[in-house]
T-cell receptor, first 111, second 111 residues
Framework: SQTIHQWPATLVQPVGSPLSLECTVE??????LYWYRQAAGRGLQLLFY??????ISSEVPQNLSASRPQDRQFILSSKKLLLSDSGFYLC??????????FGPGTRLLVL | LAKTTQPISMDSYEGQEVNITCSHN???????ITWYQQFPSQGPRFIIQ???TKVTNEVASLFIPADRKSSTLSLPRVSLSDTAVYYC????????????FGSGTKLNVKP
């Protein structure tokens, strides 16, 4: 069966520090991968999606970037965090005609 | 893209049936409707998916009228543990980037 992992689960970072969040998927090949952000009490905002290694599409201009160095690995990064980057970050995967399946999420607090 | 609209919140009591409706007036011919459940600090969990008429699984039913401009998630005999946010997603299963999440409905189940 397929599983999706995200780490870290929780992260507290100072403003101006770098960021790296990782997402990995097991049990499937060539998935479409997605990064979402969810502000407190709000809905899901799609940030990036990827259909293959090295292929990244950005949905919202922002202080973040994404990379896909391996088929089942998706990384969310920032060079300098802003207070507004705080939130709950979710990774999701999808293959073929399947719906999207979400990871457990990473809670990021920027102070 | 099919913009989706959901009620912000709903209240219910244990043992009652709950119906949450999502409006998607501009749904495309190849769009499916998917519902997710999300608890605080967790990723959304897949509940049910459908294209038309009625779909039922062990946890919920999904009703979709003939014009497909809305859909209703039905939760039978809710319990306190069903208190969560419920999201509808409209999109083509074979489209990796053409989908739209609703803003979510916070269901409060009271004893």
């Amino acid at each position: 069966s397929q599983t999706i992992h995200q780490w870290p689960a929780t992260l507290v970072q100072p403003v101006g520090s770098p960021l790296s969040l990782e997402c990995t998927v097991e049990g499937t090949s060539n998935p479409n991968l997605y990064w979402y952000r969810q502000a407190a009490g709000r809905g899901l905002q799609l940030l990036f999606y990827s259909v293959g290694i090295g292929q990244i599409s950005s949905e919202v201009p922002q202080n973040l970037s994404a990379s896909r160095p391996q088929d089942r690995q998706f990384i969310l990064s920032s060079k300098k965090l802003l207070l507004s980057d705080s939130g709950f970050y979710l990774c999701a995967w999808k293959t073929g005609s399947e719906t999207q399946y979400f990871g457990p999420g990473t809670r990021l607090l920027v102070l | 893209l099919a913009k989706t609209t959901q009620p912000i919140s709903m209240d219910s009591y244990e043992g009652q049936e709950v119906n949450i409706t999502c409006s998607h007036n501009n749904i495309a011919t190849n769009d499916y409707i998917t519902w997710y459940q999300q608890f605080p600090s967790q990723g959304p969990r897949f509940i049910i998916q459908g294209y038309k008429t009625k779909v039922t699984n062990e946890v919920a039913s999904l009703f979709i009228p003939a014009d497909r401009k809305s859909s209703t998630l039905s939760l039978p005999r809710v319990s306190l543990s069903d208190t969560a946010v419920y999201y509808c997603l409209v999109g083509g299963l074979y489209n990796f980037n053409k989908f739209y999440f609703g803003s979510g409905t916070k269901l409060n189940v009271k004893p």
